[in-house]
């Protein structure tokens, strides 16, 4: 069956360091990928998306390719803020299947 | 435009006592999930329908829980008798179709005693 598997966390970064969290999948067929993002306190949100292969999901300063051949999605940015601060999900539909996520702190 | 809307956003119950969840999503939106997220894990998809159809329902533990879309809108997500282990937090959401991004409601946070 389709799953998601994803770095465990937490990852505590210092502002402006460079973030990569990984992200593999395993589905039948070409599913669409998705990045949601939990701030505290608030509901899940989607981040950004990619629906086949070799496209590039960007938002925020966050990016993430589709790589089929490494059957991959992970998402980086290059500076982080306090405010990126978070739990990050990984995604893929159909049948919503979640990573577990990972916890993301930001300090100044 | 308006989001996935649930209700109550919190319950407490005594085991063995039933409960139920309430979820009405976006205008327009043909699929509908329900998941359960328990504190420090990742939303597990519990039931998806398609209008009022049901897509998968593979991880609904059905001696316990059921779930039901009537007209293809809003969706009841039901728990009888409840156990502790299914105090979570239970998601619901909705997306234009089956490979679209979900948008989800604030959750109903449950805690059985």
């Known amino acids: 069956g389709n799953s998601v598997t994803q770095m465990e966390g937490p990852v505590t970064l210092s502002e402006e360091a460079f973030l990569t969290i990984n992200c593999t999948y395993t589905?039948?067929?070409?599913?669409?990928l998705f990045w949601y993002v939990q701030y505290p306190g608030e509901g899940l949100q989607l981040l950004l998306k990619?629906?086949?292969?070799?496209d590039k999901g960007s938002n925020k300063g966050f990016e993430a390719t589709y790589r089929k051949e490494t059957t991959s999605f992970h998402l980086e940015k290059g500076s982080v803020q306090v405010s990126d601060s978070a739990v990050y999900f990984c995604?893929?539909?159909?049948?919503?299947?979640f990573g577990k996520g990972t916890r993301l702190s930001v300090i100044a | 435009e308006a989001g996935v809307a649930q209700s109550p956003r919190y319950k407490i119950i005594e085991k063995r006592q039933s409960v139920a969840f309430w979820c009405n999503p976006i205008?327009?939106?043909?699929?509908l999930y329900w998941y359960q997220q328990i504190l420090g894990q990742g939303p597990k998809l519990l039931i998806q329908?398609?209008?009022?159809?049901?897509?998968?329902d593979s991880q609904l533990p059905k001696d316990r829980f059921s779930a039901e879309r009537l007209k293809g809108v809003d969706s009841t997500l039901k728990i009888q008798p409840a156990k502790l282990e299914d105090s979570a937090v239970y998601l619901c959401?909705?997306?234009?179709?089956?490979?679209?991004?979900?948008?989800f409601g604030q959750g109903t946070r449950l805690t059985v005693v």
């Open positions: 205008s327009g939106h043909a699929t």
């Open positions: 329908f398609q209008n009022n159809g049901v897509v998968d």
């Open positions: 995604a893929l539909n159909p049948l919503g299947v």
């Open positions: 990619a629906t086949k292969a070799d």
């Open positions: 959401a909705s997306s234009v179709e089956d490979r679209g991004k979900a948008f």
């Open positions: 589905a039948t067929g070409y599913p669409s």
